[in-house]
């Protein structure tokens, strides 16, 4: 158990549909990170956000947008669903260490799985 | 051409087998690389890291980082049917506190079965 948190597990929706997805990181974890998982594309990153703040964009769809609150949790919002949404969607988290050779190791969550039907 | 190039395999070994797993990547940037393990229906969770070039030793895994040829390798010795999963390559820029300012760039991951 890596102490990263996400619901739901499952979630099937219909096209055009508008879902949330939630995170909680580790405690003491101020960076969070999405990405999605799917059998072509892999895994690939989507945005990190640091305490509370948009630090990194990656492959992130102007449909898809995320936020992390103030106690930390973050939440990614997929709208106009399509059938290419259809994979596991990971949360991470990590700490910020302050040595320049130490690299912030991402803790990922159990995923949730979305079915866009 | 993807930025970080990895065989899906299926790769099936015999148990008690050395295994070797590689990728390729073309962004010379690239300084942090990491070896992340994911179970069927389950999160990856990291093996190793490395800073740069060289050879990182763990127990039964060793990974390899050669940046003038942009390719890392992970070994795994003495393998166990409990190292079935899939192995996924990682890497990133790392930033302003180190690493990890920016996201993770994956291989597609091999899938590897040690048969008993």
């Known amino acids: 158990d890596s102490g990263v948190t996400q619901t739901p597990k499952h979630l099937i929706t219909a096209t055009g549909q508008r879902v949330t997805l939630r995170c909680s990181p580790r405690?003491?974890?101020?960076?969070v990170y999405w990405y999605q998982q799917s059998l072509d594309q892999g895994l690939q990153f989507l945005i990190q956000?640091?305490?509370?703040?948009?630090?990194a964009k990656g492959n992130i769809l102007e449909r898809f947008s995320a936020q992390q609150f103030p106690d930390l949790h973050s939440e990614l919002n997929l709208s106009s669903l399509e059938l290419g949404d259809s994979a596991l969607y990971f949360c991470?988290?990590?700490?910020?260490?302050?040595?320049?050779?130490?690299?912030?190791?991402?803790?990922f969550g159990p995923g949730t799985r979305l079915t866009v039907l | 051409q993807k930025e970080v190039e990895q065989d899906p395999g299926p790769l099936s070994v015999p148990e008690g087998a050395i295994v070797s797993l590689n990728c390729t990547y073309s962004?010379?940037?690239?300084?942090?690389f990491m070896w992340y393990r994911q179970y069927s229906r389950k999160g990856p969770e990291l093996l190793m890291y490395?800073?740069?070039?060289g050879n990182k030793e763990d127990g039964r895994f060793t990974a390899q980082v050669d940046k003038s040829s942009k390719y890392i390798s992970l070994f795994i010795r003495d393998s166990q049917p409990s190292d079935s999963a899939t192995y996924l390559c990682?890497?990133?820029?790392?930033?302003?506190?180190?690493?990890?300012?920016?996201?993770?760039?994956f291989g597609k991951g091999t899938h590897l079965i040690i048969q008993p």
């Open positions: 991470a988290s990590s700490l910020e260490r302050t040595n320049w050779d130490l690299y912030n190791e991402q803790f």
């Open positions: 405690s003491g974890d101020l960076s």
């Open positions: 956000y640091y305490n509370g703040e948009e630090r």
């Open positions: 962004n010379s940037a690239f300084q942090y």
């Open positions: 490395t800073y740069s070039s």
């Open positions: 990682a890497m990133t820029r790392g930033g302003y506190s180190g690493g990890g300012a920016d996201g993770l760039t």
